[in-house]
Nanobody, 126 residues
Framework: QVQLVESGGGLVQIGDSLRLSCVVS????????MGWFRRAPGEEREFVAG????????RYADSVKGRFTISRDNAKNTVLLQMNALNPGDTAVYYC???????????????????WGQGTQVTVSS
């Protein structure tokens, strides 16, 4: 059984930082790229960041470029999202996701991802 468990969300103020973690089990983590998505209230789920399986490529939504950094530790089956300079527009539930196919390139399409975590709430107060 594949499980993705996120942690690290919370309530912060404008300009603060948070680091989200996602631990994966049940699948050979080092063979799959990973993605982070978010869904704000009343909005569609959107791609935030992705990292490929061999850690040489990352991709970011324009809204988070220069502020967020995705990384992974294959020894710990963990993908991280470091979020800096947070603003109210970053308020959302954040999900980590694992794609259906191993290897491959980073995709922003949510239907390419087969497994999702339960989500962790990030709230940026103004």
């Amino acid at each position: 059984q594949v499980q993705l468990v996120e942690s690290g969300g919370g309530l912060v103020q404008i300009g603060d930082s948070l680091r989200l973690s996602c631990v994966v089990s049940g699948r050979p983590f080092n063979l799959f790229g990973m993605g982070w998505f978010r869904r704000a209230p009343g909005e569609e789920r959107e791609f935030v960041a992705g990292i490929n399986w061999n850690i040489d490529t990352t991709r970011y939504a324009d809204s988070v470029k220069g502020r967020f950094t995705i990384s992974r530790d294959n020894a710990k089956n963990t993908v991280l999202l470091q979020m800096n300079a947070l603003n109210p527009g970053d308020t959302a539930v954040y999900y980590c996701a694992m794609p259906k196919a191993a290897f491959g390139t980073i995709t922003t399409a949510h239907d390419a991802y087969a497994f999702w975590g339960q989500g962790t709430q990030v709230t940026v107060s103004s």
